[in-house]
């Protein structure tokens, strides 16, 4: 079994930043992907950024040219920088990690991020 360990949620203003982490318990060997979800109240969780284990990024629209995801070279490991952050990218982000041609679906527990105006 593996942990996906979540950090760095909080509170922000409008137009300021956070970098939010995500850590695997276990030192993977090629991942599938790794990536970041989020949820608001009365929507569904959607799918923010994930990177592929061969660097491919994907994001979407609404976080294009804000949002950078990075991975970690050695460890089995996520970085979220959001810059320019609004009010509705609040909400409890999710870490997602897949593995074994998608036999392997983990997820964190989540970490709340709050922009205030």
């Known amino acids: 079994q593996v942990e996906l360990v979540e950090s760095g949620g909080g509170l922000v203003q409008s137009g300021g930043s956070l970098r939010i982490s995500c850590t695997a318990s276990?030192?993977?060997?090629?991942?599938?992907?790794m990536g970041w979800y989020r949820r608001t109240p009365g929507k569904q969780r959607e799918l923010v950024a994930a990177?592929?284990?061969?660097?491919?990024?994907n994001y979407t629209d609404s976080v294009k040219g804000r949002f950078t995801i990075s991975k970690d070279s050695i460890r089995t490991s996520v970085d979220l920088q959001m810059n320019n952050l609004k009010t509705e990218d609040t909400a409890v982000y999710y870490c997602?990690?897949?593995w074994g041609g998608g036999r392997y679906v983990y997820w964190g527990r989540g970490t709340q991020v709050t922009v205030s105006s």
């Open positions: 990177v592929t284990g061969d660097g491919k990024t």
């Open positions: 997602n990690l897949r």
């Open positions: 276990k030192n993977l060997f090629s991942i599938d992907a």
